[in-house]
């Protein structure tokens, strides 16, 4: 059982992988092909733009309800 706190509206990619134990690049294929999270573009340090997941509360309940922790 996960528990977090109600404040929370978003979730990082990072925060969603300590969470579940999913890791990132396994995170980021689940994401993608069951159309959870959201893309969000940041302008980097360098110019370039940074891409990034941000997740709902109900986007954590299906990725802990359908996927186990990574093993690796």
Avoid: Y
Avoid at 20 to 35: D, F, N, P, Y
Avoid at 43 to 62: I, K, N, P, Y
Wanted: with cysteine; proline share 1%.
């Amino acid at each position: 059982m996960i528990t977090i706190k109600s404040t929370q509206k978003t979730f990082t990619e990072d925060e969603i992988s300590r969470l579940t134990g999913i890791c990132a690049e396994h995170l980021r294929s689940v994401a993608q092909s069951k159309h959870l999270g959201s893309i969000v573009r940041a302008a980097g340090a360098v110019g370039g733009q940074a891409e990034r997941l941000l997740f709902t509360h109900t986007d954590l309940s299906v990725l802990t309800a359908l996927f186990s922790p990574c093993e690796h």
